[in-house]
C-alpha cells in the first residue's frame, strides 16, 4: 500500500496545482542542498517583480531574485546562500531549481524564512517541504506566520 501511495504521488499530484500557492522543496544529499521551487507560469507572470527584471525574457533570473530578497534558510545558524541551477516551464508550472554546497555533515538546527508574493496576495500561501536528514515534514506559511524554526 504505501507503494501505491508514492507512485500516486510521484505520478498524479505533480498535475495538480492550487492557486495562490507555491511549493518549496528542500533536500540535502552528499553535501549539496537544493531547492525546487514550483509556482503556476501564469500566477508567477501576474505578479509585478522588480522594474529592472523583465519577466517575459527572464522569467527565472526574476524569479530567483525575487527569493534571494525575501526567503532564506539557516542551518545551523549559518544561512544557506543558493545558487541558480535550471528552470523549465512543465505543465504549466515554473520551476527554478537552486543548491548549494554545503559543510555540514550534522543537521541540528533549520530556520526558514519566506515573506514571497504576500505584497502581491495577502491570502498567497507557501508549502515548504524538508527533506533534510531528520527533519522530514511540510509546512504551510502565510502572510501572519514566515518563518519556521526546527531543532
Request: glycine share 0%.
Amino acid at each position: 500500500m504505501k507503494v501505491i501511495l508514492i507512485l500516486f504521488t510521484i505520478w498524479v499530484v505533480p498535475f495538480f496545482h492550487a492557486e495562490n500557492i507555491a511549493e518549496y522543496y528542500y533536500q540535502f544529499d552528499d553535501d549539496v542542498i537544493t531547492l525546487k521551487f514550483v509556482i503556476e507560469n501564469s500566477e508567477a507572470s501576474s505578479f509585478t517583480f522588480d522594474n529592472d527584471c523583465n519577466f517575459q525574457k527572464m522569467n527565472a533570473l526574476c524569479v530567483f531574485e525575487y527569493l534571494k530578497k525575501n526567503s532564506y534558510i539557516e542551518l545551523d545558524k549559518k544561512k544557506i546562500n543558493l545558487e541558480l541551477q535550471n528552470s523549465y516551464i512543465e505543465k504549466g508550472h515554473l520551476i527554478v531549481n537552486l543548491s548549494a554546497k554545503i559543510n555540514i555533515k550534522s543537521i541540528e538546527e533549520i530556520t526558514i524564512y519566506n515573506r514571497c508574493f504576500y505584497e502581491f496576495n495577502s491570502n498567497f500561501k507557501n508549502r515548504i517541504s524538508l527533506n533534510i536528514k531528520q527533519f522530514q515534514s511540510s509546512y504551510l506559511l502565510t502572510n501572519s506566520k514566515t518563518l519556521i524554526h526546527l531543532n
